[in-house]
């Protein structure tokens, strides 16, 4: 009858040896990480300071990933999350000037959710094209927050036509004793110890509750879309909407609650830019984060585990351009013994073809390293763009989205 | 011991339901006993379809009654429908690839047992009570067509359905899926579940049913059990005396090839053979028809032959030309006309005007284009023509084709394809979904051009229209040629015989 | 349907979303407390001469870049990339002019040339990975964006000139300047002579899509894909192609300002006109017609909202949300009236049906 019928066993096991991965994957990284900063000398790679900016530069890509997740996930593309973001920005400064910064959060997230409804009225009740919808909201999300900077934000102290600085920021807390510990061990530089310290150490001082918030709400997303009956409607919503309409799911009213929480989401994500990232709103703050959010999204193959990787790859390489050329030139190292490792896990699996390429880019890389002495800050910038277009070229067949995603759904025209 | 059954589980009554300009059901009357398998057969257009969406709530009937177990009902939607009881299964399954079968059976009857453990054992139950043998956390991609149509009933079973409305269930599927299929509904049956099984297919009515109704022309002509009706009786009671087939004039059949395939095989970039080893000539002036379940490679044949497919292995060769590495527009430029089987998506442009539609598929040649220009007079005036030839209902060329209805849009497309004097007409079923005027009058159009020497490759489930129509009858099975008729002594059972795979081991 | 009441239809969407955008705008800037109505008294004020010159300047500009994105639309490839390709293709342009490897208006045309290639290239990688690897255009184009302008970034810091904060490529030599005329008075400015690209990229776009058999394999691509390659068009072709053509226009956008104004590329380069781009092709409807009223129209405000930074209260930002409110008001409009359209001559072919029935009499009955 059926044809392949794995035992619940065989399932378990599968899912175990899949987070045994993640587990390996983890721990590699950490050990070429920490191998690349004794070889090269080079301890800005992984250092307190470092990694407390990947957090930071980390958490805002990621939101605006997390809001991409839930609106794709219903099957409505959302590439209006930078639009979405930068209302989320304003919404962020004028909530916190008057109030306080968690009300600032609340605006941010209300802004954002307002850019939501805005796509979710053109693409699902007028069933407007997604990506046209989402570039008039990126262009009215930009024009909106510049208009009402300038009217609203001109005579404050502090304001400007195109800035509110000297806001408020959310609590920030410091684990006394293990912070320092920690930030002492990781100036250490030890090998695997001190890096795993620095991780401690940029976990534990001077930490933003908000920066504790996105990882929370990624939990919440990912519990609520996958482990809910309200979840199961919505993702079924971006798979095959007839079906779900022909079992009394409200797919309109679902397509609708995902749009906003992603608007919501990317502008929670904006809000962390003015609030935690910088001191201060200024126009043009986002620079194409929702964008970057975008490529996350897709990075990480629409899941929310993904999503994390994606976001945190480009976050790291995001805060490594601004602090240190040197250690983007470590960088080189890292992605060399990366590549190298991977043709090595190609080649046991027999597959020489893509082992071969795989270890003749491995060994540019690291030509690359030894001939040079920096890399142009630009080119670190380029990394997520160009490692998602990579990963779109050469991996497309491995990712998955929604099976409805981005295409029109008018009630009743099926069955 | 359907005869232990006292209770009716459906009656219908005096059901009409009516649309703009057409009858779909009138005076219908069938009554269901509890716990047996009534099998309500009829052809294409026979208003089986009306009827079932009324049951299930999706339609409103504009006239009957609709009483289910001895209490008269008002079904506003399929919800009402579930709530009492009735379950149906749509023959092209509604079910979401990506999601896993669990997932999919839930969804939307969440309310019952969650979505979790509980929801997972009562799935894994049901599955093992009927012998579906479904894995409730696999994902429905992995899954073939029978385990498909297992979990459309799985879904219909975990809502608490009594009565399951099966829409066509065995045309997807192969002879053993079939067999495996009536295993379960056997079990349902002894279950005391009661089943309406929707088929135009005789044999496996007769295979199955405890009780018959026939349906022709929106409605209900009379009933019947198994034991006491040949199948013979039964495809009269559907077809009746007066239904148009088309009549066979003398034959026309030159001996100069037009098409030849030789053992042109097709493998899809997964391995999975689509065609294997077909070889075919067509002869100017010849029918030739393709008779097969649905999805035994047909459309795949057809687009090897119009060179949207690239045959794998073997040559197709036009009159005295290899034209295997061609693509399409070459061949139809070297006079190839493409009926195809879904007009809507490969037929037409639904929102651009009728002059543009006469366009498509003859970009590159007179009298709607010259050189590399649109021609547009030259198209306006030729449309005119095809309407006028045709007998296309439409205000003007400039209406939008959307605007047409089925048999109006399948007539102009037919009377674009025969433009330019065609040497070959693909044509998959050319009358599917149209009204019996334009039936018959693209019959009569395919005729004539027969006569004038055109050659045909005619696919179709009508078997009807494959034995009035064709010269020559070849059977489509698993992508392989399995059996070769003679329509003058062939009956649509033998056909039907030759389309399940029977006869694999005879011809 | 008579051709009046077709084309009072067609001008129903767009006048109906200028209509809701104004109404918006005049919302947004009442509730920040300032005067709509002195908000629309400048902007609908006579410009003055010098104004004049850059609406028809920018016009030209922005007229280009709604060509490029309308040929992707019209066969429904989302070309997200205009706005990389030609910030791409300027700075190559004005380096190669720069140089001045070429005399006079030889080195002109060589630029040109190399920006139509430029743009066409960046493009094209967007396409060839659609047709061989199946990567949404809309996605790559939208990373290549990135990769464009931080490449670009990179190069002119790299190779650039140093002069004060900013850097530039090369100043064009005098004779490859292409000027224009001066309709007003000198110091009003010129019309840039190069603008002319504008209309022949207008003209040659409205014979290609409705006179030439490639024009029609490209509409009838992006009105059906399927019914496009059941009639013989060879899709992945017809994308690279496209996406090809889209580029290389995008890669003019902003010439006739590089020879007519700037002479080289630095902080005069004039971005965000990719996007603006889109947005006239989605107002226009991605007709060579309505891509023209949009960019008037975009050009008018944005030139007119210069006024009120000196006169008024009112941020001239606000015109964005104009222009923003207008594209999303008028694709819905469009969706509206394409659903009505389509009621309607439903209705006029029953209408027709009903006539035949009744002139044929009671012989059908049976």
């Given at each position: 009858m059926s044809t392949t019928t794995a035992t619940p066993q065989a399932r378990m096991m599968r899912a175990r040896k899949f987070s045994h991965a993640w587990l390996l994957i983890t721990v590699l990284v950490i050990v070429a990480l920490s191998a690349v900063r004794v070889i090269t000398g080079v301890h800005e790679i992984d250092s307190t300071g470092t990694l407390r900016a990947a957090a930071i530069a980390t958490c805002p890509i990621l939101m605006a990933a997390l809001g991409g997740l839930w609106s794709e996930r219903a099957g409505v593309v959302n590439i209006g999350l930078e639009g979405q973001m930068i209302l989320g920005t304003w919404g962020a400064a004028y909530f916190t000037y008057y109030y306080d910064p968690w009300i600032g959060v609340l605006g941010a997230a209300l802004m954002g959710a307002l850019g939501g409804l805005l796509h979710a009225v053109a693409t699902v009740t007028f069933g407007v094209d997604h990506i046209v919808s989402g570039v008039a909201i990126n262009i009215i999300g930009l024009g909106a927050a510049e208009f009402l900077a300038e009217a609203y934000f001109k005579n404050l102290e502090g304001g400007g036509v195109k800035q509110l600085t000297g806001l408020a920021s959310p609590t920030e807390m410091t684990i006394p004793g293990v912070s320092d510990a920690a930030a002492d061990i990781a100036t250490q530089h030890w090998f695997v110890v001190s890096d795993l310290a620095a991780v401690v150490a940029a976990l534990t001082s001077r930490l933003s509750l908000l920066t504790v918030l996105v990882p929370v709400l990624v939990v919440a997303s990912a519990w609520i879309l996958w482990r809910t009956a309200f979840g199961l409607r919505l993702?079924?919503?971006?798979?095959?909407?007839?079906?779900?309409?022909?079992?009394?799911?409200?797919?309109?009213?679902?397509?609708?609650?995902?749009?906003?929480?992603?608007?919501?989401?990317?502008?929670?994500?904006?809000?962390y830019l003015a609030l935690v990232a910088s001191s201060g709103f200024t126009t043009g703050q986002t620079g194409g984060r929702g964008f970057i959010g975008l490529a996350a999204m897709i990075f990480g193959n629409w899941r929310p585990g993904g999503i994390v990787g994606g976001s945190l790859m480009f976050g790291y390489t995001d805060s490594l351009t601004?602090?240190?050329?040197?250690?983007?030139?470590?960088?080189?190292?890292?992605?060399?013994?990366?590549?190298?490792?991977?043709?090595?896990?190609?080649?046991?699996?027999?597959?020489?073809?893509?082992?071969?390429?795989?270890?003749?880019?491995s060994v540019g890389f690291f030509a690359w390293f030894l001939l040079t002495d920096s890399v142009p800050r630009e080119f670190t910038g380029m990394t997520p763009y160009v490692a998602t277009l990579l990963v779109l070229a050469f991996a497309a067949q491995r990712l998955r989205m929604p099976a409805a995603d981005g295409l029109r759904y008018r009630r009743g025209e099926s069955i | 011991m359907a005869d232990t059954a006292t209770t009716h589980a459906v009656v219908l009554r005096d059901i009409g339901k009516r649309f703009p300009g057409v009858v779909a059901n009138h005076d219908v009357d069938i009554t269901i006993r509890t716990g047996t398998v009534h099998a309500l057969i009829g052809e294409n257009g026979a208003g089986k379809s009306t009827?079932?969406?009324?049951?299930?709530?999706?339609?409103?009937?504009?006239?009957?009654?609709?009483?289910?177990?001895?209490?008269?009902?008002?079904?506003?939607?399929?919800?009402?429908?579930?709530?009492?009881?009735?379950?149906?299964?749509?023959?092209?399954?509604?079910?979401?690839?990506?999601?896993?079968?669990?997932?999919?059976?839930?969804?939307?009857?969440?309310?019952?047992?969650?979505?979790?453990?509980?929801?997972?054992?009562?799935?894994?139950?049901?599955?093992?009570?009927?012998?579906?043998?479904?894995?409730?956390?696999?994902?429905?991609?992995?899954?073939?067509?029978?385990?498909?149509?297992?979990?459309?009933?799985?879904?219909?079973?975990?809502?608490?359905?009594?009565?399951?409305?099966?829409?066509?269930?065995t045309a997807v599927l192969v002879p053993q899926?079939?067999?495996?299929?009536?295993?379960?509904?056997?079990?349902?049956?002894?279950?005391?579940?009661?089943?309406?099984?929707?088929?135009?297919?005789?044999?496996?009515?007769?295979?199955?049913?405890?009780d018959i109704t026939v349906m022709r022309r929106g409605t209900t002509v009379g009933q019947a059990r198994p034991g006491s009706v040949t199948k013979h009786e039964l495809a009269e009671m559907m077809v009746g005396s007066e239904l148009p087939t088309p009549a066979k004039e003398g034959s026309t059949v030159t001996d100069e090839v037009q098409l030849e395939l030789a053992n042109v095989s097709v493998v899809d970039p997964r391995g999975r053979s689509l065609l294997t080893d077909i070889s075919i000539t067509?002869?100017?002036?010849?029918?030739?028809?393709?008779?097969?379940?649905?999805?035994?490679?047909?459309?795949?044949?057809?687009?090897?032959?119009?060179?949207?497919?690239?045959?794998t292995y073997g040559q197709v060769r036009l009159g005295d030309v290899d034209i295997t590495s061609w693509e399409t527009r070459g061949r139809r430029e070297a006079g190839i006309g493409y009926i195809p089987e879904d007009r809507h998506r490969h037929g037409l442009l639904l929102d651009s005007p009728l002059w543009e539609n006469r366009i498509l598929g003859h970009q590159t040649r007179r009298p709607v284009a010259k050189g590399m220009w649109i021609d547009r007079s030259g198209a306006r005036e030729d449309t005119d023509r095809i309407i006028e030839q045709y007998d296309v209902r439409t205000p003007s060329t400039d209406t939008l084709c959307r605007a047409l209805s089925g048999g109006n849009q399948q007539k102009l497309v037919v009377g674009r394809e025969m433009s330019g004097a065609p040497a070959l007409l693909i044509a998959s079923h050319p009358t599917r979904g149209v009204d019996v005027g334009a039936q018959a009058a693209i019959w009569e159009h395919i005729k004539r051009a027969r006569k004038d020497g055109l050659a045909v490759l005619l696919v179709s489930a009508d078997l009807d229209e494959l034995i009035g129509l064709s010269d020559r009858i070849e059977v489509l099975h698993r992508g392989r040629l399995v059996a070769e008729f003679d329509p003058r002594d062939v009956t649509p059972q033998d056909l039907g015989a030759a389309m399940t795979g029977a006869h694999e081991d005879a011809s | 349907m008579s051709i009046v009441r077709r084309f009072g239809m067609g001008l129903l969407a767009p006048l109906t979303a200028v209509a809701a955008a104004m109404l918006i705008t005049s919302i947004v800037i009442s509730l920040s407390g300032s005067s709509a109505i002195e908000f629309w008294e400048i902007i609908f004020s006579r410009p003055a001469d010098r104004v004049f010159v850059n609406i028809v300047n920018q016009t030209s500009l922005i007229y280009l870049a709604g060509l490029a994105a309308a040929i992707g639309f019209r066969m429904n490839l989302f070309n997200i990339g205009v706005e990389g390709q030609y910030t791409l293709a300027s700075y190559a342009a004005a380096s190669l002019a720069g140089a001045a490897l070429f005399p006079g208006l030889l080195n002109v045309f060589m630029s040109l040339l190399l920006a139509v290639a430029v743009g066409a290239a960046w493009a094209g990688i967007a396409g060839v990975l659609k047709v061989t690897r199946g990567v949404s255009e809309v996605i790559s184009t939208i990373m290549l964006n990135a990769i464009a302008i931080t490449l670009v970034g990179y190069l002119l810091n790299r190779y650039g000139v140093k002069v004060g904060n900013g850097v530039r490529t090369e100043v064009i030599p005098d004779g490859s300047r292409v000027d224009g005329w001066f309709p007003f008075a000198e110091p009003d400015g010129p019309v840039w002579a190069l603008g002319l690209l504008a209309v022949l990229g207008g003209i040659g776009f409205w014979v290609l899509l409705n006179k030439t058999r490639f024009g029609f394999d490209l509409r009838a691509t992006g009105a059906s894909q399927s019914a496009a390659v059941a009639s013989g068009v060879n899709v992945n072709k017809m994308v690279v192609y496209s996406m090809l053509m889209s580029g290389g226009i995008a890669g003019l956008i902003w010439m006739?300002?590089?020879?007519?104004?700037?002479?080289?590329?630095?902080?005069?380069?004039?971005?965000?006109?990719?996007?603006?781009?889109?947005?006239?092709?989605?107002?226009?409807?991605?007709?060579?017609?309505?891509?023209?009223?949009?960019?008037?129209?975009?050009?008018?405000?944005?030139?007119?909202?210069?006024?009120?930074?000196?006169?008024?209260?009112i941020s001239a930002n606000v015109v964005q949300i104009t222009q923003g409110v207008i594209v999303l008001a008028v694709v819905v409009a469009y969706e509206v009236v394409r659903r009505y359209r389509t009621k309607l001559e439903q209705r006029s072919v029953t209408e027709t049906l009903e006539a035949d029935k009744t002139a044929k009499g009671k012989a059908v009955s049976a």
């Open positions: 993702r079924s919503c971006g798979e095959n909407p007839a079906a779900a309409e022909s079992l009394g799911v409200h797919v309109y009213r679902h397509k609708y609650i995902a749009v906003i929480v992603s608007g919501a989401m990317a502008g929670i994500g904006g809000g601004l602090r240190s050329t040197d250690a983007v030139h470590a960088l080189l190292l890292l992605v060399g013994i990366g590549l190298a490792v991977y043709a090595l896990w190609r080649l046991r699996q027999g597959r020489v073809a893509s082992a071969g390429v795989l270890g003749a880019i | 009827l079932m969406k009324i049951l299930y709530g999706v339609q409103r009937p504009d006239e009957g009654a609709i009483i289910l177990g001895g209490q008269e009902v008002q079904l506003h939607s399929p919800t009402d429908a579930i709530a009492h009881g009735i379950g149906m299964v749509f023959q092209h399954f509604m079910l979401a690839d990506n999601l896993t079968v669990l997932e999919n059976v839930v969804l939307g009857a969440e309310k019952l047992h969650g979505i979790g453990d509980a929801a997972r054992k009562t799935v894994a139950e049901l599955s093992d009570r009927y012998g579906f043998g479904l894995d409730p956390d696999q994902l429905v991609e992995e899954l073939g067509v029978g385990d498909r149509q297992r979990i459309e009933i799985l879904k219909v079973l975990y809502r608490g359905a009594k009565t399951i409305i099966l829409d066509e269930p899926e079939v067999d495996a299929l009536f295993e379960n509904l056997r079990v349902l049956k002894e279950e005391d579940h009661t089943i309406l099984f929707i088929s135009h297919k005789l044999d496996e009515v007769l295979a199955i049913a405890d067509i002869h100017r002036g010849e029918v030739l028809g393709i008779a097969g379940v649905e999805g035994n490679g047909q459309a795949e044949l057809v687009e090897t032959i119009m060179g949207i497919r690239k045959a | 006739p300002s590089l020879f007519g104004a700037a002479y080289s590329y630095g902080t005069t380069f004039q971005a965000f006109l990719g996007f603006t781009g889109i947005a006239v092709a989605l107002l226009g409807r991605n007709q060579p017609v309505g891509i023209l009223v949009g960019a008037v129209l975009f050009a008018f405000l944005n030139e007119q909202s210069n006024r009120l930074t000196l006169e008024t209260d």
